[in-house]
């Protein structure tokens, strides 16, 4: 079976979702013949068991972007269109292109359809692109693929396309390493994009409730975001006296990253809404128990005794936070090795290549 993956960006920055291209890439090339459209960055990440075809940004007003896709995709033939990612008009172009070609298409919204998502600047950005283009993307779409029994509900609520199949993300257990001591550090990571979904308000006004128990330790939140936002979240931690407590360390990528993980007593992510959450899946493989919101798809942090399922809020953060300061290195432990056999025996890169490639027959079935 021959591939193509559409995705607006492999660029490190881009976070989950590049993440995610570069592991079901690697599982899915032992599978089939797999290729990668996608465009030009400064910080791509390395793509094994695949050719990346690089094409300009998407201008709706050159037919040359047209004809190169189109020629392209001939190119190679594929049995299937996979397209990454909503709202934005280079997505929706290449699902145009590839199925007014006669080829089926699978789209991928990577939570970009939650309701969290739409209601979001609904007015000047959501409902003109709705309008346009992305309504008819989703109802065309030969498939539509969720990632999470909750982002399924909500595709089928939307009402646009019942034509949907499950997939859990996955990742690469085999090449991260578990850490090796659970004493404690007094070290808090928060690792993600730092946008305004991600919760990090809630992160901040926690750590002002908590501020005597948190003396002499770290919060540290890693991750590149828009500039202003950066700001505004710097200010909110000057004006409530916690810049010896709360610290924005910007991205860190490779071994850093790993590092953070391994040296954290535990992981937060206090989101509004996540499909997945591969810094989630990361925290656990790497040994450290997590906490994270209702909005993910992470109940299983809870009967797997792995880190704590909350509700949304500063309130139900403050709670758990409490709680997990007041273990000790052995609970920590012991929750760290059930996060990662939770990784190994459910959320394995191998396991979502091959439910991956069962959908893709499923689509290409229709066609016989």
Same mark, same amino acid.
């Given at each position: 079976?021959?591939?193509?993956?559409?995705?607006?960006?492999?660029?490190?920055?881009?976070?989950?979702?590049?993440? /995610?291209?570069?592991?079901?890439?690697?599982?899915?090339?032992?599978?089939?013949?797999?290729?990668?459209?996608?465009?030009?960055?400064?910080?791509?990440?390395?793509?094994?068991?695949?050719?990346?075809?690089?094409?300009?940004?998407?201008?709706?007003?050159?037919?040359?972007?047209?004809?190169?896709?189109?020629?392209?995709?001939?190119?190679?033939?594929?049995?299937?269109?996979?397209?990454?990612?909503?709202?934005?008009?280079?997505?929706?172009?290449?699902?145009? =292109?590839?199925?007014?070609?006669?080829?089926?298409?699978?789209?991928?919204?990577?939570?970009?359809?939650?309701?969290?998502?739409?209601?979001?600047?609904?007015?000047?950005?959501?409902?003109?692109?709705?309008? +346009?283009?992305?309504?008819?993307?989703?109802?065309?779409?030969?498939?539509?693929?969720?990632?999470?029994?909750?982002?399924?509900?909500?595709?089928?609520?939307?009402? /646009?396309?019942?034509?949907?199949?499950?997939?859990?993300?996955?990742?690469?257990?085999?090449?991260?390493?578990?850490?090796?001591?659970?004493?404690?550090?007094?070290? =808090?990571? @928060?690792?993600?994009?730092?946008?305004?979904?991600?919760?990090?308000? +809630?992160?901040?006004?926690?750590?002002?409730?908590?501020?005597?128990?948190?003396?002499?330790?770290?919060?540290?939140?890693?991750?590149?975001?828009?500039?202003?936002?950066?700001?505004?979240?710097?200010?909110? =931690?000057?004006?409530?006296?916690?810049?010896?407590?709360?610290?924005?360390?910007?991205?860190? /990528?490779?071994?850093?990253?790993?590092?953070?993980?391994?040296?954290?007593? @535990? +992981?937060?992510?206090?989101?509004?809404?996540?499909?997945?959450?591969?810094?989630?899946?990361?925290?656990?493989?790497?040994?450290?128990?997590?906490?994270?919101?209702?909005?993910?798809?992470?109940?299983?942090?809870?009967?797997?005794?792995?880190?704590?399922?909350?509700?949304?809020?500063?309130?139900?953060?403050?709670?758990?936070?409490?709680? +997990?300061?007041?273990?000790?290195?052995?609970?920590?432990?012991?929750?760290?090795?059930?996060?990662?056999?939770?990784?190994?025996?459910? /959320?394995?890169?191998?396991?979502?290549?091959?439910?991956?490639?069962?959908?893709?027959?499923?689509?290409?079935?229709?066609?016989?």
């Amino acid at each position: 079976m021959k591939i193509i993956h559409y995705i607006p960006s492999i660029d490190r920055t881009a976070g989950g979702t590049s993440t /995610y291209m570069q592991v079901l890439a690697k599982g899915l090339g032992e599978l089939a013949e797999v290729h990668i459209i996608t465009h030009d960055s400064e910080n791509s990440l390395p793509i094994e068991n695949c050719t990346v075809h690089y094409v300009p940004e998407y201008n709706p007003f050159k037919r040359s972007w047209k004809r190169l896709v189109t020629n392209l995709i001939d190119e190679v033939k594929p049995d299937i269109v996979h397209v990454n990612c909503c709202w934005m008009p280079a997505c929706a172009a290449v699902q145009r =292109i590839a199925q007014k070609r006669g080829y089926k298409v699978v789209l991928t919204p990577h939570g970009m359809l939650e309701p969290w998502i739409i209601r979001r600047h609904y007015w000047t950005r959501k409902f003109p692109a709705l309008l +346009f283009y992305q309504k008819t993307a989703i109802r065309k779409a030969d498939c539509l693929q969720a990632t999470a029994e909750s982002e399924y509900d909500n595709l089928l609520h939307l009402g /646009y396309n019942d034509r949907i199949s499950v997939v859990k993300l996955g990742i690469d257990a085999d090449g991260i390493k578990m850490k090796e001591s659970w004493k404690k550090t007094h070290q =808090i990571l @928060f690792l993600s994009r730092v946008h305004v979904k991600k919760g990090i308000n +809630f992160l901040i006004e926690a750590a002002e409730a908590l501020k005597d128990e948190l003396q002499g330790y770290k919060i540290l939140v890693a991750g590149e975001g828009d500039a202003d936002y950066v700001s505004a979240l710097k200010q909110q =931690i000057v004006y409530k006296g916690l810049q010896d407590i709360v610290q924005l360390i910007g991205g860190v /990528y490779g071994d850093e990253k790993w590092r953070l993980f391994q040296t954290s007593d @535990f +992981f937060v992510l206090p989101t509004h809404s996540e499909n997945f959450g591969l810094a989630i899946a990361e925290s656990l493989a790497s040994g450290t128990p997590v906490i994270t919101t209702v909005g993910t798809p992470w109940s299983d942090l809870n009967t797997s005794h792995s880190g704590a399922w909350i509700e949304i809020g500063m309130q139900p953060l403050v709670e758990a936070m409490r709680k +997990f300061l007041a273990m000790t290195d052995e609970e920590l432990e012991r929750m760290g090795h059930n996060g990662r056999k939770l990784i190994e025996t459910k /959320y394995s890169a191998k396991v979502m290549a091959k439910e991956m490639m069962e959908v893709y027959a499923q689509v290409t079935e229709s066609l016989r």
